[in-house]
């Protein structure tokens, strides 16, 4: 199959790729997956991100990589106050991220080149730390940054996690996706994907929103058992998951509500 063809993952059928754009542009939320050190992963992005440009003038751009903190940094940098070193100083990169940051860069230049609002979506990484040793209670309400706490883990998405870092294995506590020695990893986990859905419901939620594009990893998407189930739960309903997708790789019903098949490697 051609790079650049869009399939429907329940049906296995070919998707006609501007009918694709047109039903994304028409949601709250566009959500676009990625594995962070692949650079086909970004350009696609970029690419996605550019079609729905066309459709609706009012897009702003969601990042994992920056927590919001960062904003107004981030804003500096759409405005053109910063050169490229600058910004990623000022950004903390290699401290909040930490991924080459070329990868990234070519996102971040289409931004500031059509002065397209980026929002920083992550937070505190101690965050994610503490609630997944000792649960969102036992968090101070001035540390929580804002946040909400997250809303169940279903059975699907704790399989799924459970699956992803390596199933049943003698090198670990957890032998099963229910089993209580798991449940750290899932608290912070969902830690994560709450934080990404409350970021962006803030800016659903105003007045004449914005189409809001996220640029997450895909472990937070697929299936929509992370940041959409996150987003369900706050009541943003509207919300379309595409995601790239290698060649030979077998596609899974349910994944995303569109796959698009990368270049060859």
Partial sequence: ???????????????N?????????????????EQHDRADNHRWQMQVAAGLLALRKD????????????????AEW???????????KQAEWETVWG??????????????DNS??????????GLVTEVGKEGWDAIPEDAREGLSPAAPATSAYRQFLFEITGG?????KAQSAEDPAFDRFVRAQQTWDRAFACRIAEVVKQASPPLVVGIIGRGHLEYRGGTPHQLENLGVSEVSVLLP??????IQPGIADALCHMPQR
């Fill in 245 to 250: 997708h290698d060649h030979g790789r077998d």
């Fill in 99 to 112: 991924f080459d940051a070329e990868l990234y860069m070519p996102l971040f230049r289409f931004c500031r």
């Fill in 17 to 33: 790729g501007p009918e694709v754009l047109t039903q994304a542009a028409r949601a709250q939320v566009v959500l676009l997956g």
């Fill in 59 to 74: 897009i702003v751009l969601g990042y994992e990589m920056f927590p919001a903190r960062l904003n107004p940094v981030l």
């Fill in 78 to 88: 759409v405005a053109g106050a910063l050169d490229e070193t600058s910004f990623l």
């Fill in 168 to 172: 049943a294995s003698t090198q670990r």
């Fill in 1 to 15: 199959m051609k790079s650049g063809t869009w399939i429907d993952p329940d049906t296995n059928l070919v998707l």
């Fill in 116 to 125: 397209i609002t980026m929002l920083g979506l992550n937070c505190r990484r």
